[in-house]
């Protein structure tokens, strides 16, 4: 067995220690569960809402879009801005006035039971399919991308090996945000933030090292070094963004998996300053993920990539002895698994609070609805 596939699964074994060592109480109140007693500091509600919201689907899907589109593709990151200042200001305060859970009860208190009924019931549905069931497909295809000849005792077909990686990626997560709740989500996503970002910086590094300096990444690739493309662009032209400004402010001021931390914030304040501080950390996040796609373009020359979502793994395996391949890898898998926890998390959190206590059994206790 490989010495990079070893150092993968001894970080497997230390977050399923530390979600472990994080797990609750045999009696524990629903919202020490969910919401972890409304404790968490402003750091821990930063590294873990961004380590949430960057996921293997950055690291593959965003560097191969920049690899064939170029530094336009930092808009998906940087945008976001937007969204995090409306959410600080404005949806932040409104739901930690209202001491809500999830954003399902200020919804209803505005809205009515029939409209946050339908929000849960959608919300449910798409985390649980689209963003669960995508975040997943990117960790199995990295793993079978990268290690697709040892795992011959599943099958030889890269479909059924990815479908058995998801099985197992899932329950993984599972576990040991089922034992620990919000607690173990924060702890295991902090520890997973240091990883990605750490692997992401030093990624960066080398292929501009490679590249022959930051000079050469203007000199041998300027034709993607725009960061706004024309409004014919058939891509990404710089109109889209007004667009995305709409689904930001869905994604940054209505998302509970997004906001389960600040709701979870020991006051105003630390939400505020945490959600800031993880704003500035995207400006770092969207460098270290377009920029080694761009540098990829000047170091392989023509006529390059195929497959433009080969790029990250082409960029560790040319660029990465053994050894270290394996501590960077642990950086993609961290992203992945940081978005898993927080779905399941945030998903459990909804079914539990908005569906089974309002509707199903009004009068649940807390051991119920943990």
Same mark, same amino acid.
């Given at each position: 067995?490989?010495?990079?596939? +070893?150092?993968?699964?001894?970080?497997?074994?230390?977050?399923?220690?530390?979600?472990?060592?994080?797990? %609750?109480?045999?009696?524990?109140?629903?919202?020490?569960? &969910?919401?972890? %007693?409304?404790?968490?500091?402003?750091?821990?509600?930063?590294?873990s809402t961004i380590?949430?919201?960057?996921?293997?689907?950055? &690291?593959?899907?965003?560097?191969?879009?920049?690899?064939?589109?170029?530094?336009?593709?930092?808009? =998906?990151?940087?945008?976001?801005?937007?969204?995090?200042?409306?959410?600080?200001? &404005?949806?932040?305060?409104?739901?930690?006035?209202?001491? /809500?859970?999830?954003?399902?009860?200020?919804?209803?208190?505005?809205? $009515?039971?029939?409209?946050?009924?339908?929000?849960?019931?959608?919300?449910?549905?798409?985390?649980?399919? *689209?963003?669960?069931?995508?975040?997943?497909?990117?960790?199995?295809?990295?793993?079978?991308?990268?290690?697709? #000849?040892?795992?011959? !005792?599943?099958?030889?077909?890269?479909?059924?090996?990815?479908? =058995?990686?998801? /099985?197992?990626?899932? @329950?993984?997560?599972?576990?040991?945000?089922? !034992?620990?709740?919000?607690?173990?989500?924060?702890?295991?996503?902090?520890?997973?933030?240091? +990883? *990605?970002?750490?692997?992401?910086?030093?990624?960066?590094?080398?292929?501009?090292?490679?590249? $022959?300096?930051?000079?050469?990444?203007y000199a041998k690739?300027?034709?993607?070094?725009?960061?706004? +493309?024309?409004?014919?662009?058939?891509?990404?032209?710089?109109?889209?963004?007004?667009?995305?400004?709409?689904?930001?402010?869905?994604?940054?001021?209505?998302?509970?998996?997004?906001?389960?931390?600040? +709701?979870?914030?020991?006051?105003?304040?630390?939400?505020?300053? $945490?959600? *800031?501080?993880?704003?500035?950390?995207?400006?770092?996040?969207?460098?270290?993920?377009?920029?080694? $796609?761009?540098?990829?373009?000047?170091?392989?020359?023509?006529?390059? *990539?195929?497959?433009?979502?080969?790029?990250?793994?082409?960029?560790?395996?040319?660029?990465?002895?053994?050894?270290?391949? #394996?501590?960077?890898?642990?950086?993609?898998?961290?992203?992945?698994?940081?978005?898993?926890?927080?779905?399941?998390?945030?998903?459990?959190?909804?079914?539990?609070?908005?569906?089974?206590?309002?509707?199903?059994?009004?009068?649940?206790?807390?051991?119920? @609805?943990?």
């Open positions: 067995m490989p010495i990079d596939l +070893l150092i993968i699964l001894a970080y497997f074994a230390l977050i399923l220690a530390i979600g472990w060592r994080s797990r %609750s109480k045999a009696s524990v109140s629903a919202e020490e569960y &969910f919401i972890s %007693s409304r404790s968490l500091k402003w750091p821990s509600v930063a590294l380590a949430t919201n960057i996921h293997a689907g950055h &690291f593959l899907g965003m560097a191969g879009s920049a690899y064939a589109l170029g530094l336009a593709q930092a808009n =998906f990151e940087i945008n976001a801005i937007l969204g995090i200042l409306v959410a600080v200001f &404005f949806f932040v305060p409104l739901f930690l006035r209202a001491k /809500v859970v999830t954003i399902t009860q200020y919804i209803e208190k505005k809205c $009515g039971p029939q409209v946050a009924l339908l929000y849960s019931t959608l919300m449910l549905l798409l985390y649980a399919l *689209l963003y669960l069931g995508g975040t997943l497909f990117w960790g199995a295809y990295a793993i079978q991308a990268l290690f697709g #000849g040892h795992l011959h !005792f599943i099958g030889t077909e890269p479909a059924i090996q990815i479908g =058995f990686l998801i /099985v197992v990626l899932g @329950i993984f997560s599972a576990t040991y945000t089922y !034992f620990g709740g919000l607690t173990a989500v924060v702890r295991t996503d902090i520890a997973q933030f240091v +990883l *990605l970002l750490g692997g992401g910086v030093l990624l960066t590094f080398l292929s501009i090292e490679r590249l $022959g300096g930051w000079s050469q990444l690739s300027s034709h993607l070094m725009h960061l706004h +493309l024309p409004s014919s662009h058939p891509t990404i032209p710089w109109t889209a963004l007004l667009g995305m400004n709409l689904l930001n402010l869905n994604y940054w001021g209505a998302n509970q998996i997004i906001l389960q931390r600040a +709701l979870a914030a020991k006051s105003l304040r630390h939400a505020q300053v $945490g959600l *800031l501080v993880g704003g500035l950390l995207k400006y770092l996040m969207a460098a270290i993920i377009v920029i080694p $796609g761009i540098a990829l373009v000047g170091i392989l020359g023509s006529p390059g *990539l195929s497959d433009p979502d080969q790029t990250y793994t082409t960029l560790v395996n040319m660029l990465l002895p053994t050894g270290l391949r #394996g501590v960077v890898l642990c950086g993609l898998f961290a992203s992945l698994m940081s978005s898993v926890d927080s779905i399941y998390n945030s998903l459990s959190t909804i079914w539990s609070i908005d569906i089974y206590k309002r509707h199903l059994n009004p009068n649940a206790t807390d051991a119920e @609805i943990v």
